[in-house]
């Protein structure tokens, strides 16, 4: 890839968000009703390829539940307010209820209450009585201390998610989660990201990952590239991380990771792109916090808004746009990419001429020119 110089010392290569680029329609089209939206991980199939952000303003065990039952994958944050209180309804109402100045504080006194091991199983069993698929999210940091209690209690999907993730994390302090081994030792399919990069994707396939996140605080409760200065314009790592995944499966011998976007994913359109760059599936946390049954009240905040040190995040007001169905499957009241999500994403396969997803990732796309 020809890179650009930004000065005499320093060279990049250019990169694309979701924005820069456009799919482009072919000789075929199709009848929207024909195109399938299925998406299978594991041995775990789903009617649509949507998995739910493990962020606590768009995902209770209800929710989770919800989005389930529609089809999709909804993944319950372990180190939430549903694991730390029994019942988090004044919590919720109090940092929906606080002033903005006033929030980053209000989040980080509440989510100091320890987490709860026996509210870990709880939740979990709720899920799983429910019949859905179930689904639980630790950090990397967290991971060994909760996981043997995870696993106790039962998830058929298990997804170590932080803003990067690294097979080869050094630290001085602790010892460092181990990720071939302890997915090795694992029954269970792991998710884990995120990654942004071919390289640190292709590390993390090697771990035995059944899934891999792409992102890096792309969502719109970060604010990790004020903060760290880091940033990953989507459509590049999604088509990068999709090159990972295909030199993988030929040094693997035919081992296939799933690769899931995992932010700058607001519309429908957003969602469309992520899939036509390569993306298996999408995580979706704005979008799913924007729902009637959301538990945010129309605000949504990520697990970086709550750290005691160095808050990377925020609270932000997206909103109510309808109930969870009426987002992924309509009918769409408005013409702006919120509601519908799923119809969109049929209409946009059928304009182009491909069956399901994994036609649709060989779509051709251009990049937009700006004056």
């Given at each position: 890839?020809?890179?650009?110089?930004?000065?005499?010392?320093?060279?990049?290569?250019?990169?694309?968000?979701?924005?820069?680029?456009?799919?482009?329609?072919?000789?075929?089209?199709?009848?929207?009703?024909?195109?399938?939206?299925?998406?299978?991980?594991?041995?775990?199939?789903?009617?649509?390829?949507?998995?739910?952000?493990?962020?606590?303003?768009?995902?209770?065990?209800?929710?989770?539940?919800?989005?389930?039952?529609?089809?999709?994958?909804?993944?319950?944050?372990?180190e939430g307010l549903w694991t730390?209180?029994?019942?988090?309804?004044?919590?919720?109402?109090?940092?929906?209820?606080?002033?903005?100045?006033?929030?980053?504080?209000?989040?980080?006194?509440?989510?100091?209450?320890?987490?709860?091991?026996?509210?870990?199983?709880?939740?979990?069993?709720?899920?799983?009585?429910?019949?859905?698929?179930?689904?639980?999210?630790?950090?990397?940091?967290?991971?060994?201390?909760?996981?043997?209690?995870?696993?106790?209690?039962?998830?058929?999907?298990?997804?170590?998610?932080?803003?990067?993730?690294?097979?080869?994390?050094?630290?001085?302090?602790?010892?460092?989660?181990?990720?071939?081994?302890?997915?090795?030792?694992?029954?269970?399919?792991?998710?884990?990201?995120?990654?942004?990069?071919?390289?640190?994707?292709?590390?993390?396939?090697?771990?035995?990952?059944?899934?891999?996140?792409?992102?890096?605080?792309?969502?719109?409760?970060?604010?990790?590239?004020?903060?760290?200065?880091?940033?990953?314009?989507?459509?590049?790592?999604?088509?990068?991380?999709?090159?990972?995944?295909?030199?993988?499966?030929?040094?693997?011998?035919?081992?296939?990771?799933?690769?899931?976007?995992?932010?700058?994913?607001?519309?429908s359109g957003d969602i469309v792109?992520?899939?036509?760059?390569?993306?298996?599936?999408?995580?979706?946390?704005?979008?799913?916090?924007?729902?009637?049954?959301?538990?945010?009240?129309?605000?949504?905040?990520?697990?970086?808004?709550?750290?005691?040190?160095?808050?990377?995040?925020?609270?932000?007001?997206?909103?109510?746009?309808?109930?969870?169905?009426?987002?992924?499957?309509?009918p769409a009241t408005t013409a702006?990419?919120?509601?519908?999500?799923?119809?969109?994403?049929?209409?946009?396969?059928?304009?182009?001429?491909?069956?399901?997803?994994?036609?649709?990732?060989?779509?051709?796309?251009?990049?937009?020119?700006?004056?």
């Amino acid at each position: 890839m020809n890179e650009i110089e930004i000065g005499r010392s320093k060279r990049a290569k250019p990169a694309y968000a979701f924005d820069d680029i456009a799919v482009v329609p072919t000789r075929r089209t199709r009848d929207p009703q024909d195109v399938s939206t299925t998406w299978a991980i594991d041995a775990y199939k789903f009617e649509i390829p949507v998995v739910a952000a493990p962020m606590d303003s768009a995902m209770s065990p209800a929710s989770a539940i919800a989005l389930g039952r529609l089809g999709g994958l909804g993944v319950l944050d372990l180190e939430g307010l549903w694991t730390r209180y029994e019942d988090p309804t004044q919590q919720l109402a109090e940092i929906a209820n606080a002033k903005d100045e006033d929030a980053t504080a209000v989040l980080q006194r509440i989510y100091q209450k320890p987490i709860q091991p026996e509210l870990i199983t709880q939740r979990l069993k709720e899920i799983r009585d429910s019949g859905v698929t179930v689904a639980g999210a630790l950090s990397p940091q967290r991971t060994a201390e909760f996981s043997e209690v995870v696993l106790k209690a039962g998830v058929d999907l298990f997804v170590i998610r932080g803003n990067t993730v690294s097979a080869e994390h050094v630290s001085k302090n602790q010892e460092p989660l181990n990720l071939k081994d302890f997915i090795y030792k694992l029954d269970v399919p792991v998710i884990v990201g995120g990654a942004a990069t071919y390289t640190a994707a292709l590390h993390l396939m090697r771990t035995g990952a059944a899934g891999v996140l792409v992102g890096f605080g792309g969502g719109a409760a970060t604010s990790t590239r004020k903060i760290l200065g880091i940033h990953a314009p989507m459509a590049t790592a999604v088509a990068d991380v999709a090159a990972a995944r295909r030199d993988y499966m030929d040094e693997s011998g035919g081992r296939y990771v799933h690769v899931i976007a995992d932010g700058g994913l607001g519309t429908s359109g957003d969602i469309v792109k992520a899939i036509a760059c390569g993306a298996d599936a999408v995580m979706l946390g704005t979008v799913l916090a924007r729902a009637a049954e959301a538990p945010g009240h129309g605000w949504h905040w990520g697990p970086e808004a709550v750290s005691p040190s160095l808050p990377r995040g925020q609270r932000v007001w997206v909103g109510t746009h309808g109930t969870i169905e009426s987002i992924l499957n309509g009918p769409a009241t408005t013409a702006n990419g919120t509601e519908n999500l799923i119809g969109a994403v049929r209409r946009s396969m059928a304009t182009t001429g491909y069956s399901d997803l994994k036609e649709f990732q060989r779509v051709d796309v251009v990049v937009n020119q700006y004056e």
